[in-house]
């Protein structure tokens, strides 16, 4: 019996030093707080018309208009100009009716087609006060991509969407509605200082969509929507919906301290403003399914599964940090 004490104590003295070692390794290999990188051709946006570069704002300065879209773009050629053509003729809508005034920011992710090309079309057309083009030296991934265009809205409100125009513009409506409701302003210039974020969702579809994928999509599915509560996000049903909006302040809360920049980086963000009771709507909106999607079904969804269970290791051993905790004491 003095046999089994002595090696279960040997036993347990063991893993509790290698999760002790394994903890300081972690710590002391892992920076706390993202290290955010931008080329200094990155820091400018070039005027179409005249050629000349421009200096892109900052999240640090007030806003000057009343909406900044972010449009992550990698390789997105034949996409793009559908989703824009819809963009733009909403918010011309809106700017002609009541002078909302708005600003699109395509972000090229290191595009190998003629992204950037399509976009600077759009850019002659309604000039740089309405459309930038941020043109990334290499890739980023997505989430890397949406923080860098992030940090150069001059909106009161932020919007991310996905290019492939696959959530309808018009659904901007409900989304921003649930964001004031949150916050109790019905003025987007009286937002910016606030705390809140409102998100589009296919929760409600979900039974459609089953109904249409394969039973080997549908295990993949529910797999992940199964990690992402158990490491992560436990309050929002569906996080991988590309339509979001944020305050001005709460964007510059959560993607200052975002580390993932590939596929989950929605999850990260989401826990983040969790961590931080920031309020969060999410919103029924109409989505379509757009072909020409980048996600491979099996290996990005591993991928994306690997990462959360990353997200929850790092920030459950303080390897990672959220700065904004402190900012709010």
């Known amino acids: 019996m003095e046999d089994y004490t002595v090696f279960f104590y040997y036993i347990s003295a ?8 394994g903890w300081l390794i972690l710590i002391s290999s892992t920076n ?3 290290n955010i990188i931008r080329t200094k051709k990155e820091k400018y946006f070039r005027n179409p018309i005249t050629g000349e570069n421009v200096v892109f704002p900052t999240l640090n300065e007030n806003p000057t208009l009343d909406l900044s879209v972010i449009v992550p773009a990698y390789n997105e050629e034949e996409r793009l100009c559908p989703m824009l053509d819809e963009c733009i003729e909403f918010l011309e809508g809106r700017f002609k009716s009541t002078g909302f005034k708005y600003e699109i920011i395509i972000v090229n992710d290191g595009s190998k087609d003629k992204t950037v090309q399509v976009a600077e079309k759009y850019c002659k057309k309604l000039g740089v006060d309405k459309f ?6 290499y890739n980023r991934g997505k989430g890397g991509a949406v923080r860098l265009g992030i940090q150069c809205g001059r909106g009161s409100l932020l919007l991310f969407v996905d290019a492939d125009g696959a959530t309808k513009f018009a659904d901007f409506d409900k989304v921003e509605k649930k964001l004031f409701e949150l916050i109790s302003t019905t003025n987007s210039k009286d937002s910016a200082d606030k705390l809140a974020m409102s998100i589009g969702s296919r929760s409600h579809l979900q039974d459609e969509a089953i ?10 599915m529910y797999g992940f929507h199964f990690l992402v509560w158990l490491f992560a996000v436990r309050t929002i049903k569906d996080t991988q919906c590309g339509f ?8 510059k809360l959560c993607f200052e301290s975002l580390h993932v920049e ?13 961590k931080l009771k920031i309020p969060i709507a999410e919103v029924a909106v109409n989505w379509t399914e757009i072909d020409g999607s980048k996600i491979t079904p099996f290996w990005s ?14 920030y459950t051993t303080t390897a990672w940090k959220i700065k904004a905790k402190e900012d709010l004491k």
Do not use: H, N
């Not at 596929?263 to 969790?274: K, M, N, Q, R, T």
């Open 32 to 34: 706390a707080y993202p």
């Open 301 to 314: 969804w591993v991928q994306m599964g690997v990462d959360l269970g990353l997200i929850w290791l790092r």
């Open 14 to 21: 063991f893993l509790a030093s290698a999760v002790i070692s």
């Open 132 to 137: 930038r083009i941020l043109d990334l030296e």
């Open 244 to 251: 979001k909006l944020f305050t001005r302040k709460t964007a």
């Open 262 to 274: 590939r596929w989950a980086f929605d999850v990260e963000l989401l826990y983040i403003a969790e």
């Open 211 to 220: 109904a249409e994928r394969s039973l080997f999509r549908t295990i993949l």
